[in-house]
Structures are given as C-alpha cells and as structure tokens.
C-alpha cells in the first residue's frame, strides 16, 4: 500500500519543502488548477447541473432562451461516469490480501484490518476516481480508536513532487482545513515528519502544532491511472474530453427539452367570432373548451400538428 521506503529530506531541506507547498497552495495557478479539478468532481459525484447552466449561458446571446433552458438541465446523461465504470475493474471482484512469513496473530491482526477499514469497498471508488479525476492520494489515519483513510482528491490538495520519483507519491501534501475565524488553523501539511498545522492568510504562515507520525517518511500512497510524461504532476489534461463531452450531451438535452415543450403536440384552434369566449380557461385533456358565440355556425375548430419529431436532432 506504502511503496518503497523513504526516509525523508534533512531538516533544513524539510522546511523548504514546506515553505515551498505553502506558496504554492496559495498561488493562483494552483487555485485556477483546483477550479477545473472541481467541474471534474462534480461530474464524478453527479452534481454537473452548474456546469451545463454556464455553457448554455456562454454559448447563448438571448436571456430568456437562457431561463428557458435553464429548466431542462438535469444530469440524466452522463457518459465521462458510466465509461469510467465501465473502464475501472481492477478492483471489482475484490482482492485477496495477505503477509507472509509473519506469524499466525498478526497476519490474523492484519486481516482483520483490512476489514475493519473497508478497503475492498474504497479501493472501487479510489480506482474510479483517479482515473477520472486524476491522482487520488490516501493516507492511513485513526479516528476515534479506529484506522480509516484520509483521502485527497486533486481539488483538495497541492504538492511537493519526489525528485528521485517525479511521479509518484510526493515528498509533502497540502490541504485546507475549516476554521473557525478565532485563529486556529486552517492549512494542513503532511511531510515526513508529521503532520503540521498552520494558521495562513496575511503575512507569513504560523506553525501552530506538529502531531508527528515516526515513519520518516510521506505516509501516504499516490494511485495514479494514467502515467503524466510532461513535468505537470497532476496530468490534468487526461480525459478531459469525457468531461467536455458530458456537459456537451448536457447542453443538447436541455435544447431537446426546451424544443419539445412546444413542438410534441397537437395545436387546437378555434376560428371565428370568439368575443363572448368565457376567459380563464386552460388546455387541458380532462376539460372541454367553451366558446359562446352570436353565430355559432361561424366558429370552426381544428388542430395542427406542431409535433416535431427527435429523431434528427438525437442521432
């Protein structure tokens, strides 16, 4: 789950490995990088609805065709979700996993273990994600007695690549943490040393407490679906198609909805003398229509057909 054994950079080389993830968590090119990985997220979890408005929005002049398209958006199509499904079997059918030459307690102890802390359940989910949505990094951790799993997905977080391993786990991670506006800390970084909290914002960062885990090491496992050979960690770029795609078939369904509100229908018409027709009446299957007239023998009824067939328009 680890990796290899790293022992981590001298003291000196620690502290600017953090001061070094503390710029660039806060720099804008990490904040306009956690923007697209969010879309991504949102089209991960199903909650894309606000991505197809702002296409809509940037690809049509006219307010009210705006609104009226507005209504139709919904997230029934989602193809970059249902390939990623379709693609990340790895862990589908689960995994045997053992240690060997240890004795019988505590390979009892480790499976134990591995149930306690779902990992066949999360190992779907973390494969899906990172394929997706781009390096997924999960650290072991303890909450409340038990071992769970602190999972960074690449809008949370920013990073300090490993030189001898550019593209595996980093030396050091950063994230942001809710805070309280009372000066307690709001940034977290985890290096080879612990975990180290920090309260940002103006002026230079405050080191408020370190909880440090003794492994010497980046205590985390990066997985990474598809292999990055520029100098960009995160890849972000892969399968960016699939998200483009998705709010794509978003924008025609609500233009096919928006066009079939009016044209999937029959029109009724009535013709003639209509000044003494009773208003407030509506089109309604379960209701006659009533028109009063002088002369009855001038007033006709008809429909048009306005229904507009799909067919076209889905192929």
Not at 22 to 32: F, G
Not at 82 to 106: F, H, L, Q, Y
Not at 140 to 159: A, F
Request: glycine fraction near 8%; hydrophobic fraction near 40%; charged fraction near 25%.
């Amino acid at each position: 789950m680890f990796g290899l054994k790293y022992n981590g950079p001298s003291e000196a080389a620690a502290d600017d490995v953090v001061g070094d993830l503390l710029d660039v968590s806060q720099s804008w090119e990490s904040t306009a990088r956690k923007s697209r990985a969010y879309n991504r997220i949102l089209v991960f979890q199903e909650k894309f609805q606000e991505l197809v408005v702002q296409r809509i929005s940037d690809t049509h002049s006219d307010l009210e065709t705006r609104r009226e398209m507005a209504k139709f958006v919904d997230v029934t199509n989602n193809p970059a979700l249902d390939i990623t499904r379709e693609v990340c079997v790895v862990w589908k059918n689960g995994a045997t996993r053992s240690i060997r030459s240890v004795p019988k307690m505590r390979a009892k102890a480790f499976q134990s273990l591995v149930d306690e802390t779902w990992l066949n359940v999360h190992m779907q989910n973390w494969n899906r994600m990172a394929f997706l949505l781009g390096p997924v990094t999960v650290v072991p951790i303890l909450r409340e007695g038990k071992m769970t799993w602190q999972v960074l997905l690449p809008h949370m977080y920013d990073v300090v690549a490993d030189p001898a391993n550019p593209f595996g786990s980093p030396l050091a991670a950063s994230w942001s943490i809710p805070s309280d506006g009372s000066g307690e800390p709001d940034t977290v970084v985890l290096d080879a040393e612990g975990w180290k909290y920090y309260k940002t914002g103006h002026g230079k960062p405050e080191l408020k407490r370190v909880e440090e885990h003794g492994l010497d090491r980046f205590p985390g496992a990066t997985l990474r679906m598809n292999v990055s050979y520029q100098d960009d960690w995160w890849g972000g770029e892969h399968n960016q198609r699939l998200v483009d795609g998705t709010v794509t078939i978003g924008v025609l369904g609500a233009a096919l909805g928006f066009t079939r509100k009016a044209q999937s229908k029959k029109l009724l018409v009535a013709l003639g003398d209509l000044g003494g027709t009773p208003s407030g009446q509506r089109l309604d299957p379960e209701i006659p229509i009533r028109v009063d007239s002088d002369s009855p023998a001038t007033v006709n009824f008809n429909t048009l057909d306005f229904d507009t067939d799909p067919k076209n328009f889905i192929s």
